[in-house]
């Protein structure tokens, strides 16, 4: 396991084998997305979101703006 010690300013230096790992450099974005309570999952976000096109193949169907609103309400509130 790999760790690493937060400063007094909130600060923490990335393992060189994790920053390899992710393919993280200075100046890239990172993200913290909350698992569940106390538990983080550490992401990569450089990552250009052109690169995206084409991953979830073509849409099977077309979708309005209405019904994606209210699929991201409806997701929103389960859960709370």
């Known amino acids: 396991m790999t760790t690493a010690t937060i400063t007094s300013k909130g600060r923490i230096t990335i393992p060189a084998e994790v920053r390899k790992a992710l393919l993280v ?3 890239d974005r990172v993200e913290f997305v ?3 309570p106390g538990q983080y999952l550490f992401i990569a ?3 250009s979101v052109t690169e ?5 193949g073509k849409a099977t169907r077309n979708v309005s703006i209405e019904e994606m609103n209210r699929a991201i309400a409806a997701r929103g509130a389960s859960a709370r």
């Not at 995206?52 to 979830?56: D, E, I, P, Q, R």
């Open 34 to 36: 909350q698992i569940e």
């Open 45 to 47: 976000a450089n990552r």
């Open 52 to 56: 995206l096109k084409g991953m979830f």
């Open 25 to 27: 450099d200075t100046g």
